[in-house]
Each structure stands twice: as structure tokens, then as C-alpha cells.
DNA sequence: GATTCGTGTCATGGC
DNA sequence: TCGCCATGACACGAA
């Protein structure tokens, strides 16, 4: 051990300067405290926990250019696109990937940094409470305690890749091939972590505390640290049992003596095993896709505080935020994503919630200075270790939170906050933008039920309004048809909305025409409606000039030479004059052959009339073929233009039923989760309710000499009849990895 | 000048 | 078969 800490203090040390002096930021206090075979193979030779970041950092952050990357210039290949999506990203969930952004930082004399994007990397870390940067690499930046943009890339792992910006994009490409062997062969990421940099004076201590567990447990602490705290090369965890083959052993040498009898949280329960099973992987990552939804949206909506000051045992904030400054960020969202063992980690407990946490406290390990935060930890590794409680419960809290267990879900709970998320989900998923979202929000809370204010929309008359226009318009012939006598009432017998009214009575100045033409616009018509029987009223409404469309295209020649309007010369004779000009103008085409043509009967009466007095009307009338012709063409186009108004307002009333529609449908989903939330809100609470009273009763208990019993050699089993039972935790163990096939069976 | 919107018209098919 | 209706497509005018 003593030859152990030497080696690592001293040949670490001298590793880190050297690394310090090439430019290349080194975090070793992760691989202090773990004592893995990745730290010795970093040691050892050449660590392709560096050329990976340098390979990723030449793919990422050059993008294949052909730059150097340790160039000044490397602000021009700092993309804005590429922070402006990171910053985008923000607001949406963002499925954790193998990404590594790595930044380089160049510090020119005077201290400023050069960097891609400064502007943008203050400002995400504008509110964030940066640790400060100690360790040996500080002789770099000493005086950069305002340069948060640079410590902020440092965070990130930035490096100096000293290869050679010539690489071709097929290099890059298989260097990054070679780079993701490498993590699978278990090259460690933490040293490119800020927060394990954080607390390096703390490596003495924690091998020291290392010292006192072995000394503490003869042989059982060394078993510990030998055998338990293996850490994955990727992402850092220690993580003593990520395959149940080891839980026993694990479970054996748990070293809980050391624990305060309230942090025992590696003990099994038998009520959660059985319920909630960490390969029951495809439920949890739905639940965990809603819950990062949710926090998603909470990244957007609240300010970076969240992002950034979060609790690093925070797990919604710390895993899936894109904040480049975040301490854990990076070593958690590439231990999220990469490690698919660790997906056994969604532990038992609350695996929504509770999952990231255990991945996230065990990459905390080093900035724990207690001497039980790393067994914690290494506990929440474990499967059997979050069976009650999420590790940051016990480990983290003690280094962030204080006194009071974090809530996962912090302040995602809250009710303004749900309905937020609720709606950003929303925003989200529908491709809104906020201020859509927040629009739709405000119209919730106005209860309006509508986005869309129907009021304002001119076709927004309700369906039933569409079908009793529908209605009223065969009802109107037959109305008409009753009323056949008075050539004038037909159009005021059709429907308020006008959508189906089509009057082209000249005889009653045609201004009904103008009210059909206008059709199924409730505002037009009504307006119409008031005024149509003082024609001089329309001079007063300009808007409906446009309506009497003179579609002449496919007029005869010789009905459009009568049916010409006067030249303008004539139109200043008088008011009277105007007024028939200007109706003159209103009137239709086929008004104007009609009238051309000689037609004795009024166009409504051609195109409303049943057919049976249509026929009796024409037989009264010697008329000519090219009249009869014309007529029918009136009756046809006339009919037909209501169809089509009535076809329009169909339409249209369909597509704001839709509307409605997708609406009640984002209210529901969005109260749907908000129920999903209160669930697991209460769920937790229920299995912290447990835990409490398992630890209570567990705590209570003595053996024959009246000492209390090992949390890490007994377990309480909870009876089927209600009773409780203390057995060897080997027994536990086996029945809990009983239980966790048996979902893994049935689902086979 | 291009685009959008409202409207009219035609062709077509169903009832 | 005829009449009516619905609807897509197109054209036109106005904004």
C-alpha cells in the first residue's frame, strides 16, 4: 500500500507536470482514489486515455480541418453553429452519446484566452459557480480566475493534441475507432473530469482513509479495494458488482462497519428486488426518456443555476445537460452513454430518478472527503447498493446537499414547474418554440381551451354552424322554392354565415351577390346583411370592392360586349350614376350576360329554384337556345359556386376541429405528465419511507452478546405472511439475483 | 415582380 | 339518365 501511494504520489505527480508542460490537462485524483489498472496503464505508457481526447479533439473540434490544433487561430474553427446547437440543445433532451467535445485554450501572455466562441462560453457559465482550478496544472493558468471560459474548456478535458493537424478525415476516423477500443479496453475519463481535479489534496487523504479501512477490517478492507472498487476504465465508477456473478463476493465485502447505521444502504431489500429490476432496462429508459424530457425542458426553462450549480449527486442536471463547465458532466454523460454495462446501475430503486445518481455519485468518488462517501459510492454502484437508496442520497449528499437528502427531481416538482415542463415537452415534441409554448401555456391557465381564438377567426364558426349552413342551404331552395313569388327573399332566407347564400339578384341591386361572393366569412356577411338594403352603405366598405370578381376569361365575345362598362368619362354624372356603376360593377359575369342576354328572370331565381319550378319558369318564356343555354350555365356555375363556399367552410371547419383536437391532446398529455411526475414523486417517498423503517428495525437489532448486526452479513427479508426475517445476506443476495432473472425470464 | 389569399369555375365522381 | 352535390384543380384579381 505504502509502495502504492509512493508510486502514485510521486510518479504521478511527475506524469501530470510532464502532461502540464505539453498542454495536455491530466485528472488524477480519480485514479487515486480507485487504484485501478487504468491508471497504471496511463502510467505506464502511452494512455490512450489522452490520444483519445486529442483524436476526439481533432474530430471535434476541427471538424477535418486541416489546421493545427494548437493554433492561435482556432477561434475560426470553433464553429458558432456548433455552440449555438449545444446552447440549442439545451432545451430539448438530448439522448446521451459517445460525444466528447474537447477544447483547446490558448493563453496568450496577457492572460486573455483564446477560444472558440468566448462570448458563448461566458455566457454558459455566466451564472455558474465555478470550483476553483488547483492542482499542478495551475502553473499554466495562475491568473485566469476571471478566464471562466477558459477554465469552463478546461473542464471539458481541453488538451493539446500534439498530433499534427495534417491528418486526413479516414486518420481521424480510425483514430477514433482505435480511441473507442480504448475505452472499451477500460481507459479511464476521468482525468479529462473537473471535478475530480477539484479535490486533489484529498487524494492523500482518501488513500489514508484507504490505509484505516484496511486497518479497520484486516484483510476486509484490502478485499475491498482490490477486489471491490473496480472501476470502469471508461467512465471512472467504481463499481464492485456490475456483473451478478460478483455480488455475493461483493455483498461479503461490503465494509458497513464503518458506515453510520443510517447510510446502510447496501442492504437488500426484499420488497423493491422483487419489483423493480435493473435489467429491466427497456421500462426504465422510457421512464428515463420522460424524465429527461422533463428535465430537458427544465434546462430550458430555468436559468443556468440549475445547470450548473447543481448538486453534482443531481442527476437530471448533471447527466443530460449540455453545460460545457458542468464538473461531472462530461464523465457522466460519456459514462451514460457508452458503458452499456452501467445501464445495470438504472438501479432498483426509482430507476427513473434514481438510476443516473448511481452513475453519477460513483464518478464523485473523489470529491468525497469523508471516509464513507467511497464505499457509498462504490455501493451505489452496485446493484444490490441502490436497492433502497440512490447513492446520492448517502455519498453525494454529503459533499452537496448537506443535512437534507436531495431530491432528484429538485425543483422539477413543482407545480409552476410541471406545468412549464409539461408545456415544453409540448413545445418540444410539436415543434413549438417557447414562446409558442408559453403562448399555449397562458391560454391554459386562461382556460380558454383553445389556442386558437376562435372569435377572432373569421371561419371559425362551429362545426355546428358549418353543418346548419349546410343545412340551410338545401333548405334555402326549398325555402326559396315556397317562396318563389318573391324574387328578393331568396337570399335573405339562406344562412346567417352567407358561405351557401349565392344571390345575384339584380332587381335587388345586386349587392347580395356580393354578400355570396363573399362567401362563408361570418364578418362580410354580417356586414352585408346590415347594409345590403341601402346600397349607398357599401361605398362605406371598401373592402368589399374586391369581391365581384370579373372572371371574363371565359366570357363570350358577344356577352361581354354589352355587358361592358361604361367608359369612365360617364361615371361622373352624378351619385346616382356612381352608385349604378359601382353596382354595375358588383354585378357578376354571368349577371351581366343574364342581362345582356335578356333574361327575364333574375339570376336567383335561375340558380335557386328546384328544378321542377325551374323548368315550369323556363316554359313560361319563349326563349332562345343561346338563352336557355346561358341559363343553365347561370343555374350550373351559380350552384356550383355555393358548393364550392360550402366545400371551403367544410374544410376549413374540419382543419380547426383538427386543431381543437391536437390541443385537447397536448392538454392531456401534458397533465398525463405531470401525473407521471407525482407518481414517482410519491413512489420515492414510499421507498424512502422503507428505507427508513428497514434501517430503523435493522439498526435495532442485536445479537445474543447485544451487538448489533452486520448490515454487510445480515439482511432483513420481508415474509410473504407479513413477518421479518434476519438472514445471512449471501442468502439475500442469491434471492435477489432470484428475483431479478425472473423478469429478465419472462420477458424471454 | 413574386407570393398569398379569396373566389369563381370546370371537370369529375358519387349518390 | 338526370340532377345535385362534393371536391380537386386551375385561373384570376386583389393585396
Redesign the pocket.
Known amino acids: 500500500m505504502l509502495s502504492l501511494k509512493k508510486y502514485l504520489t510521486e510518479g504521478l505527480l511527475q506524469f501530470t507536470i510532464l502532461l502540464s508542460l505539453i498542454g495536455v490537462r491530466v485528472d488524477v485524483d480519480t485514479y487515486l482514489t480507485s487504484q485501478l489498472p487504468p491508471l497504471r496503464e496511463i502510467i505506464l505508457g502511452p494512455s490512450s486515455a489522452y490520444t483519445q481526447t486529442q483524436f476526439h479533439n481533432l474530430r471535434n473540434t476541427l471538424d477535418g480541418y486541416g489546421i493545427h490544433p494548437k493554433s492561435i487561430d482556432l477561434d475560426n474553427y470553433f464553429t458558432a453553429r456548433r455552440l449555438l446547437s449545444q446552447v440549442r440543445a439545451l432545451d430539448r433532451f438530448q439522448v446521451p452519446t459517445t460525444e466528447v467535445n474537447a477544447w483547446l485554450v490558448h493563453r496568450d501572455p496577457e492572460g486573455s484566452v483564446s477560444g472558440s466562441q468566448p462570448s458563448s462560453g461566458l455566457a454558459l457559465e455566466s451564472s455558474s459557480g465555478l470550483q476553483d482550478v488547483t492542482g499542478p496544472d495551475n502553473g499554466v493558468r495562475e491568473s485566469e480566475t476571471e478566464q471562466g471560459f477558459s477554465e469552463d474548456l478546461e473542464d471539458l478535458g481541453a488538451v493539446a493534441p500534439p498530433v499534427s493537424g495534417d491528418l486526413t478525415k479516414e486518420d481521424i476516423d480510425l483514430i477514433d475507432i482505435l480511441w473507442r477500443q480504448d475505452i472499451d479496453l477500460g481507459a479511464g475519463r476521468e482525468i479529462f473530469d473537473y471535478s475530480h481535479r477539484q479535490k486533489e489534496q484529498d487524494v492523500d487523504k482518501e488513500l489514508r482513509d484507504g490505509a484505516e479501512q484496511e486497518d479497520a477490517w484486516p484483510g476486509e478492507g484490502a478485499e475491498a479495494l482490490a477486489r471491490n472498487l473496480l472501476v470502469d476504465g471508461e467512465t471512472g465508477e467504481s463499481f464492485p458488482a456490475q456483473f451478478p456473478a460478483d455480488i455475493s463476493s461483493i455483498t461479503e465485502a461490503v465494509p458497513s462497519e464503518s458506515e453510520p447505521p443510517g447510510l446502510q444502504n447496501n442492504l437488500l431489500s426484499p420488497l423493491l428486488t422483487g419489483t423493480e429490476s435493473p435489467f429491466d432496462l427497456e421500462q426504465q429508459w422510457q421512464d428515463l426518456m420522460s424524465i429527461m424530457e422533463m428535465q430537458a425542458m427544465e434546462v430550458n426553462t430555468s436559468t443556468s443555476e440549475i445547470l450548473y450549480d447543481a448538486p453534482p449527486g443531481d442527476p437530471l442536471s448533471t447527466n443530460y445537460s449540455l453545460a460545457p463547465n458542468t464538473p461531472i458532466n462530461q464523465n457522466v454523460s460519456l459514462h451514460q452513454a457508452s458503458l452499456g454495462g452501467c445501464s445495470q446501475d438504472f438501479s432498483l430503486f426509482s430507476p427513473e430518478v434514481e438510476s443516473l445518481p448511481v452513475a453519477g455519485s460513483s464518478t464523485l468518488l473523489p470529491l468525497v472527503p469523508s471516509n464513507s462517501t467511497s464505499l457509498n459510492s462504490t455501493f451505489g454502484s452496485t446493484n444490490l447498493a441502490g436497492l433502497f437508496f440512490p447513492p446520492q442520497l448517502n455519498g453525494t449528499a454529503n459533499d452537496t446537499a448537506g443535512p437534507e437528502l436531495p431530491d432528484p427531481l429538485g425543483g422539477l416538482l413543482d407545480e409552476a414547474m410541471l406545468d412549464e415542463i409539461s408545456l415544453m415537452d409540448l413545445a418540444i415534441e410539436e415543434g413549438f418554440n417557447p414562446v409558442q409554448a408559453s403562448q399555449l401555456e397562458e391560454e391554459f391557465d386562461s382556460d380558454s381551451g383553445l389556442s386558437l381564438d376562435s372569435s377572432h377567426s ?2 371559425s364558426l362551429s362545426s355546428s354552424e358549418g353543418s346548419s349552413s ?1 343545412s340551410s ?2 333548405s334555402s ?1 326549398s325555402s326559396s322554392s315556397s317562396s318563389s313569388s318573391t324574387s328578393s327573399s331568396a337570399s335573405s332566407s339562406f344562412s346567417e354565415e352567407g358561405a351557401v347564400g ?1 344571390s345575384s339578384d339584380s332587381e335587388t341591386l345586386d349587392l347580395e ?1 356580393a354578400e ?6 361570418p364578418e ?1 356577411s354580417k356586414f352585408c346583411r346590415m347594409s345590403y338594403q341601402d346600397p349607398a352603405q357599401l361605398s362605406c366598405l ?2 368589399l ?10 366570357m363570350a365575345p358577344s356577352a361581354l360586349d354589352s355587358a361592358d362598362l361604361p367608359p369612365p368619362s360617364t361615371l361622373k354624372k352624378g351619385s346616382k350614376e356612381k352608385q349604378a356603376d359601382f353596382l354595375d360593377k358588383q354585378m ?3 349577371e351581366h350576360r343574364a342581362r345582356a342576354m335578356k333574361i327575364p328572370f333574375t339570376n336567383d331565381k335561375i340558380i335557386n ?3 321542377e319550378e ?2 315550369e319558369l323556363l316554359s313560361k318564356y319563349q326563349l332562345s337556345e343561346a338563352q336557355l343555354s346561358l341559363i343553365r ?1 347561370i ?14 367552410k ?2 376549413l371547419d374540419t382543419i380547426l376541429n383538427l386543431e381543437r383536437d391536437v390541443e385537447d391532446l397536448q392538454r392531456d398529455k401534458a397533465r398525463l405528465l405531470r401525473e407521471k411526475v407525482e407518481f414517482l414523486r410519491s413512489l420515492r417517498q414510499m421507498k424512502q419511507k422503507v428505507q427508513s423503517l428497514y434501517q430503523e428495525v435493522f439498526g435495532r437489532l442485536r445479537d445474543e452478546n447485544g451487538r448489533p448486526y452486520s448490515p454487510s452479513q445480515y439482511a432483513l427479508q420481508y415474509a410473504g405472511d407479513g413477518s421479518v426475517l434476519l438472514i445471512p445476506r449471501t442468502l439475500a443476495d442469491q434471492q435477489a439475483r432470484r428475483q431479478e432473472r425472473k423478469p429478465k425470464d419472462r420477458r424471454k
Open positions: 373569421p371561419s349546410s342551404s338545401s331552395s349565392y351577390e355570396g361572393a363573399v362567401g362563408y366569412q362580410y371598401p373592402y370592392e374586391h369581391v365581384g370578381h370579373n372572371h371574363t376569361y371565359n357578376s359575369r354571368d329554384l328546384p328544378v325551374f323548368n350555365d343555374r350550373r356555375r351559380g350552384k356550383n359556386k355555393m358548393a364550392a363556399q360550402n366545400c371551403r367544410r374544410k
